[in-house]
């Protein structure tokens, strides 16, 4: 069994070192003590243990390095941790203020009872205690997350860390046991759960309703447009200026209100669809979006440069969309350009592919980045730019269903650039391309 030592006869500090054995800490110089006369007795020495295998990022290793004695840690150690001693036998030997303050026993209680009294009953008719030494003993330590037994009866969750002690011959000498209440943490834990479920079933309603009031409006929308043309073409050539002009207007309102419908609607499809991940190569999906937007990009000499991209784990199908709304906003924000430019490539940072589309064109002021993202913010004019300021909103939602980031920098009138990443599970895997 291992003593506790009087405080009056605890050693200074002692300084450990680490030995060529993986996971054993050694003292440099076992520190003597005085008799309790005051005279040095005679070959007198504290049996300090060593500690063997126990984690290095423990409470109790931190403390020790920083030169702390192992019974002066337990005599004053903060009430955050439970730090006690027990014998090869799982007998409680020595009691620290935090183990009295979490498990409510006082020293004179607990010390030289089992520690299987810190369990419930079911536990210990398993013989869950005495497995926890067995383990700790064998492998130099044992560590969970579970429920444990106050002296008043009631349960509390607690990080446990169970630490073999071995003296100079490696004959097991007892244990060091920490654990840590971790009731608050659990607590914020549910609440933040809780929180995150409510906020997924609000979402969810809203998206919903976003659907179901986007596809209702598509009908009338188009109706109006359809009635606009109509009574445009009934009243035949000799139509007032003024009216012809009204029943302009109501058409394009129509068709501008029948895009932002559509914009919604995609929005929420994107909530109830699935990633369907797979190895894609970029060049390829880049390409085809090119394509589309080669009549523009001919038309007015758009200059592209396409660097090497790389084949990532995506769905192919959205990071289209991705690509689609980013080269769409490049090519329209390069109007007024001289000599437009478009450039797609990648970084790599940190061993993470990190994609780009960048522009020479408008730009943007950066105090309004924040606004970038969200649905119908604009940083232009609807009258000096088309848009209903849904894509770049599409375009993070899809980002983030990658589990990826995005973000953009720019200046007004010196270009924008839109950086994204994607998850970084399986990225390293992915063979680059181009």
């Keep these: 069994m291992v003593r506790a030592i009087p405080p009056s006869a605890v050693p200074p500090p002692v300084v450990y070192k680490q030995s060529g054995r993986q996971g054993r800490l050694l003292l440099k110089q076992p520190p003597k003590i005085r008799a309790p006369s005051g005279r040095r007795a005679k070959e007198q020495t504290v049996a300090v243990p060593v500690l063997a295998q126990a ?4 409470p109790l290793i931190d403390a020790l390095m920083d030169g702390e004695g192992i019974h002066q840690l337990m005599v004053d150690s903060r009430g955050d941790y439970a730090i006690f001693m027990l014998d090869p036998n799982g007998i409680v030997a020595s009691w620290n203020k935090g183990a009295e303050q979490i498990k409510g026993y006082s020293r004179d209680e607990i010390v030289g009872k089992h520690f299987s009294v810190f369990y419930s009953a079911e536990d210990r008719a398993r013989g869950k205690p005495e497995r926890e030494l067995v383990i700790a003993a064998r492998d130099g330590r044992f560590e969970e997350e579970g429920q444990r037994v106050r002296s008043d009866g009631s349960k509390f969750w607690a990080n446990v860390v169970i630490s073999a002690v071995r003296d100079r011959a490696d004959t097991l000498v007892g244990f060091v046991k920490v654990a840590r209440d971790l009731t608050q943490h659990r607590k914020e834990q549910e609440r933040a759960l809780a929180d995150a479920q409510a906020l997924k079933a609000v979402n969810a309603e809203l998206e919903s309703f976003t659907y179901s009031v986007s596809h209702d409006l598509r009908a009338p929308i188009r109706q109006i447009e359809g009635f606009a043309k109509i009574l445009e073409e009934h009243l035949g050539v000799g139509l007032d200026p003024q009216v012809a002009h009204y029943l302009h207007r109501i058409q394009e309102g ?21 990633a369907k991940p797979r190895v894609t190569p970029l060049d390829g999906l880049v390409e085809e979006v090119l394509t589309d937007l080669r009549a523009e990009i001919l038309e007015r000499a758009i200059e592209v440069r396409v660097g090497a991209l790389p084949a990532l784990e995506c ?19 390069t109007r007024r350009c ?31 980045v924040d606004k970038l993202f969200g649905v119908f913010q604009r940083l232009h004019r609807t009258e000096d730019f088309e848009g209903a300021g ?10 983030h269903k990658h589990k990826g980031t995005i973000w953009a920098e720019a200046r007004p009138d010196k270009g924008a650039t839109f950086f994204f990443t994607l998850g970084t599970e399986g990225q390293e895997a992915a063979t680059k391309s181009g």
């Design 315 to 333: 769905d192919p199908g959205l990071l289209k969309v991705v690509f689609t709304n980013l080269l769409s906003n490049a090519v329209k924000y």
């Design 390 to 399: 849904v894509g770049l909103a599409i375009v993070n939602r899809i980002i």
């Design 338 to 368: 001289e000599h437009p430019l478009i450039e797609i490539g990648q970084i790599v940072t940190d061993a993470i592919p990190v994609i780009f589309v960048r522009d020479n064109g408008i730009g943007f002021d950066m105090k309004y």
């Design 254 to 274: 129509s068709k501008q209100m029948g895009r932002l419908v559509d914009d919604l609607l995609h929005l929420a499809q994107l909530g109830r669809q699935h």
């Design 55 to 58: 984690p290095y990022d423990s």
